[in-house]
């Protein structure tokens, strides 16, 4: 089960304060009063969102289900989504990868237009490097058949995880995309459905920007 909650600064408490007043002068059919409340508090929500300072957080807690990417992120996806920026240092080993091409995936589907992905992530040591960067050329190969345009940069000194969509919408997960628990077998349900995959306890925090910085 997860709790969520609305960061709200001074602008937006206010919103819904004068939103409660409208709804109120509304139910006493004062409806001139009301409409005028409910225009105050839609364009004090709208400066919000402009200003960047909407904010929401979800805690995913432990052993929870219902979290799959398409739960998280679809509500933020759109036909106006074309360009989007990932980093998360631990996109290296086999689970890590299947992540992001499952997230890669959702990111192709309709409605976005997802022309360009670009990842940052950092790289694996020994043996495991050249796997990491092996299935990230396949990933990027892969999309590229679809008309997407996969750029990859490695840093070794990464340390954030956010998720950013070019329009304006940016999530930051605690654990980034390897929040999912290992499933029990090959043929336990929550292997194929990620809605059904028990996950690690972490924070979800959804932001919305104005403009969305570039890599």
């Known amino acids: 089960m997860a709790k969520s909650g609305l960061g709200l600064d001074l602008e ?3 919103a819904v304060t004068v939103l409660k007043r409208a709804v109120q002068l509304d139910s ?3 409806y001139q009063q009301a409409l005028i409340c409910y225009q105050e508090g839609i364009d004090l929500l709208l400066q919000v969102l402009k200003d960047g300072k909407y904010h929401k957080q979800i805690k995913i807690e432990e052993n929870a289900t219902g979290f799959s990417y398409e739960s998280l992120f679809q509500e933020y996806l759109n036909e106006t989504v074309t360009e989007v920026w990932i980093e998360d240092p631990y996109i290296r080993h086999t689970h890590q990868l299947y992540n992001f091409l499952r997230f890669c995936e959702l990111l192709i589907k309709r409605p976005c237009k997802v022309k360009t992905i670009h990842l ?3 790289l694996d ?4 490097k050249q796997q990491q960067i092996s299935g ?3 990933i ?3 999309l ?3 008309g997407v345009l996969l750029e990859l940069e490695y840093s070794s000194s990464i340390h954030d995880r956010e998720i950013r969509f070019n329009n304006g919408w940016m999530i930051k997960i605690g654990r980034g995309l390897d929040y999912f628990k290992k499933p029990q077998g090959h043929f336990s349900l929550g292997y194929c459905d990620f809605d059904l995959r028990p996950c690690h306890e972490t924070t979800v925090d959804i932001f919305h920007n104005k403009h969305t910085k570039k890599i």
Do not use: C, Q, V, Y
Request: charge should be negative; charged fraction near 35%.
């Open 12 to 14: 937006s408490a206010a």
């Open 28 to 30: 006493e059919s004062r």
């Open 120 to 122: 940052l992530t950092s």
């Open 125 to 128: 040591e020994g043996f495991r």
């Open 136 to 138: 990230l050329e396949e």
């Open 140 to 142: 990027k190969e892969s």
């Open 144 to 146: 590229g058949n679809h």
